[in-house]
């Protein structure tokens, strides 16, 4: 699947560089904190709306969700294979 943005031209920002780990984790804490309540005030019915992506071309919002959950269950195995193989 392709990328909508360039993840190693991302990576080289000076905020990016520059910013402890820490931070990033907890921004993530936060925004995802903030999803989840506006998750719980979505109507059932409403999971089916359709959105149009770049990649994707068009699904539901509950597929989109499901996405976006299954990429951040991807992310966290990525990083704890780091720590493993490591040794951090």
């Not at 089916?48 to 996405?67: H, N, P, Y």
Request: charged share 20%; aromatic share 10%; glycine share 4%.
């Amino acid at each position: 699947m392709a990328n909508s943005y360039r993840e190693d031209l991302w990576a080289s920002l000076h905020d990016y560089r520059n910013t402890p780990i820490e931070d990033s984790i907890l921004l993530m804490e936060i925004l995802h904190k903030r999803f989840l309540t506006l998750l719980y005030g979505v109507h059932p019915d409403q999971f089916r709306r359709k959105l149009r992506t770049e990649v994707l071309g068009t699904i539901t919002l509950d597929i989109a969700i499901q996405r976006f959950v299954w990429h951040g269950q991807h992310h966290i195995a990525q990083i704890k294979s780091c720590i493993t193989s490591q040794g951090w």
